[in-house]
């Protein structure tokens, strides 16, 4: 933009507007600032601006949804020294369920950064579809879980 273009409207001008006719509170300390004549809280003396924000975004199922991913991920990276370990070990190497459930938790561990670096599409999933895909992401990994647990029983 140049110096030569016209401003459509200036920034104080919008809020005062905006605030005309309205209730909206001062986000400094919550004063009703319906039919503010200047763009400062008369309460607070904060000076004011309009801005733009997001509806609430709602991270809640997403952050269920990564949760057994990445513990699965650190629990495999942890689980890999032991494992390793067993091929030299006099008992034998490791059962191969065992094998499976760390490489499970690899890319478990893999699909939940997939997850991050895709975070705005699942955001833009419906809430049930995002509720129904963290609860199947928790029983998948459960099943897992006990898998190992059971699988490190027979070791
Ligand atoms: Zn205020």
């Given at each position: 933009?140049?110096?030569?273009?016209?401003?459509?409207?200036?920034?104080?001008?919008?809020?005062?507007?905006?605030?005309?006719?309205?209730?909206?509170?001062?986000?400094?300390?919550?004063?009703?600032?319906?039919?503010?004549?200047?763009?400062?809280?008369?309460?607070?003396?904060?000076?004011?601006?309009?801005t733009?924000?997001?509806?609430?975004?709602?991270?809640?199922?997403?952050?269920?949804?990564?949760?057994?991913?990445?513990?699965?991920?650190?629990?495999?990276?942890?689980?890999?020294?032991?494992?390793?370990?067993?091929?030299?070990?006099?008992?034998?190497?490791?059962?191969?369920?065992?094998?499976?459930?760390?490489?499970?938790?690899?890319?478990?561990?893999?699909?939940?950064?997939?997850?991050?670096?895709y975070?705005?599409?699942?955001?833009?999933?419906?809430?049930?579809?995002?509720?129904?895909?963290?609860?199947?992401?928790?029983?998948?990994?459960?099943?897992?879980?006990?898998?190992?647990?059971?699988?490190?029983?027979f070791?």
């Amino acid at each position: 933009m140049t110096d030569a273009d016209p401003q459509p409207a200036d920034g104080d001008t919008l809020l005062l507007e905006f605030v005309r006719d309205r209730d909206a509170p001062c986000p400094m300390c919550g004063y009703n600032l319906r039919n503010l004549p200047t763009p400062i809280c008369p309460e607070c003396r904060e000076p004011l601006s309009l801005t733009v924000g997001v509806r609430k975004p709602r991270f809640g199922w997403f952050v269920v949804a990564i949760t057994p991913g990445f513990f699965s991920g650190i629990c495999a990276a942890m689980m890999l020294i032991p494992l390793v370990g067993s091929l030299y070990s006099p008992n034998g190497p490791a059962p191969w369920p065992v094998w499976a459930l760390d490489a499970f938790g690899w890319l478990s561990g893999l699909a939940a950064l997939v997850l991050v670096r895709y975070r705005y599409a699942f955001l833009r999933l419906p809430q049930t579809v995002q509720r129904g895909s963290a609860v199947m992401l928790w029983a998948i990994h459960l099943t897992a879980f006990a898998g190992l647990v059971a699988a490190g029983l027979f070791w």
